[in-house]
């Protein structure tokens, strides 16, 4: 029983994998067949269905994740539209290079060229939202004024499209300036915050080969991910048609990004897919690994040495002579060290030192010196405003 049951699972695990790997196989046949009258166009190579709820937040320029793309594979995101001339030609450039991509719209922009907004629809492109105005404020803007910007966004695109289900949960920040509550907001809706891998410095006033430039070359260093660019800009128009045709002549393929729905399940992946260099096992991890902890078989401690463990002569500790008077050492200005931080050992009884050490006699140490040099004024240091004179008794016991 437990064998057959063994060779039905296993029966079914190749059967969905010959599955997937037939549908991989027809969804590249048919992205190839579908672009009549330009056999060298790129096409989309496949279909990407995702999860805002399992991934609120994407794009490794801000955050640890980012699409679950193989090797080679390129995103295709826009900002900033609809705007009628630079918007119709991005859209026919993809077109007639059979590619589909994501398009973040701002809502004013929507409300005013709502026709531009249901192109994208009727041409099978991704619609997000990019805010009502375009602020470069979300990252300090109080979080009341931030919900209206993204709602009213939102609400400016839906009602351009006249069909709410043709909105994706899909949103970015304007400048990609990020704040905590903005995003927990927006993954408390359902809605996944997108950022990128790369970009191509297209919003600046730069020529189209320079965003040429910058979108192959930073392609190039990661390998792949999502490319952020700007259909309202006309250099992006110029630069655009290139860059489909560099990416196609060095083996690029085309991700095209879609909400999973109840007739789309977000496509199968593995938790390492999410990120752009996932750690294997030639590549070194960025931390050391936790040291395990060890069980000891005894806790006994050593114990404490005794007096006899030392190797004293005849027996005998010796001690050191009592330490000299404070305020002898403080007559010359020579600063007196701190307690030792250690307990002092208690003196051994010495009942037979007198015998063993002799004491030299106090008179060999005087030396005969004139009472009257004793208490001559010291002149006044330049370093000190004010000097007190030492007392006889002080400067006798300096010259001692």
């Known amino acids: 029983m437990i064998g057959s049951v063994r060779v039905g699972v296993r029966t079914r695990q190749w059967a969905g994998l010959c599955l997937g790997v037939f549908t991989c196989i027809t969804a590249h046949t048919a992205s190839a067949a579908d672009c009549p009258g330009h056999p060298d ?6 279909t990407l269905a995702v999860d805002p709820r399992e991934h609120p937040r994407i794009g490794t320029m801000q955050y640890p994740e980012t699409l679950p793309l193989e090797d080679h594979e390129v995103v295709l995101t826009f900002d900033d539209g609809p705007l009628p001339h630079n918007s119709n030609q991005i859209l026919d450039i993809l077109a007639s290079e059979c590619v589909k991509a994501t398009f973040f719209e701002i809502g004013r ?15 099978g492109h991704s619609i ?94 990661k390998g792949r991910g999502i490319l952020l660019l700007h259909d309202i800009q006309a250099r992006t128009v110029a630069a655009l048609p290139r860059i489909l045709h560099e990416l196609k002549a060095r083996g690029y393929r085309i991700v095209h990004v879609v909400p999973a729905t109840s007739g789309q399940p977000a496509t199968p992946t593995e938790p390492q897919q999410w990120q752009l260099h996932p750690p294997s096992e030639t590549v070194a991890i960025s931390h050391w690994p936790k040291i395990p902890n060890f069980v000891f078989t005894g806790a006994d401690t050593l114990p404490a040495p005794a007096l006899s463990d030392f190797d004293w002569r005849d027996g005998q500790l010796m001690t050191l002579a009592e330490p000299l008077d404070r305020a002898r050492r403080l007559a010359r200005g020579v600063p007196l060290p701190r307690e030792a931080p250690w307990p002092r050992q208690s003196p051994l009884p010495l009942d037979n030192a007198a015998s063993a050490l002799p004491v030299p006699a106090e008179s060999i140490f005087e030396i005969q010196e004139k009472r009257h040099a004793a208490t001559r004024p010291v002149a006044p240091s330049s370093h000190h405003a004010e000097q007190t004179v030492p007392s006889e008794r002080e400067t006798d016991g300096v010259a001692r």
Do not use: C
């Open 109 to 123: 922009m929507a409300q005013v060229y709502p026709v531009g907004v249901r192109k994208l629809r009727d041409a």
């Open 41 to 46: 166009a790129i096409g989309t190579s496949r």
């Open 128 to 221: 997000g939202t990019h805010t009502q105005n375009h602020p470069l404020s979300m990252d300090r803007m109080p979080i009341d004024r931030a919900r209206q910007e993204i709602d009213d966004g939102i609400a400016s695109v839906k009602a351009a499209l006249g069909d709410d289900t043709a909105l994706a949960p899909f949103y970015r920040n304007p400048g990609l300036l990020r704040a905590g509550d903005v995003e927990d907001y927006l993954a408390s809706q359902g809605i996944q915050t997108w950022s990128a891998d790369f970009l191509a410095d297209d919003w600046r006033h730069v020529s189209p080969s320079r965003v040429y430039d910058l979108a192959i070359k930073r392609l190039e260093e």
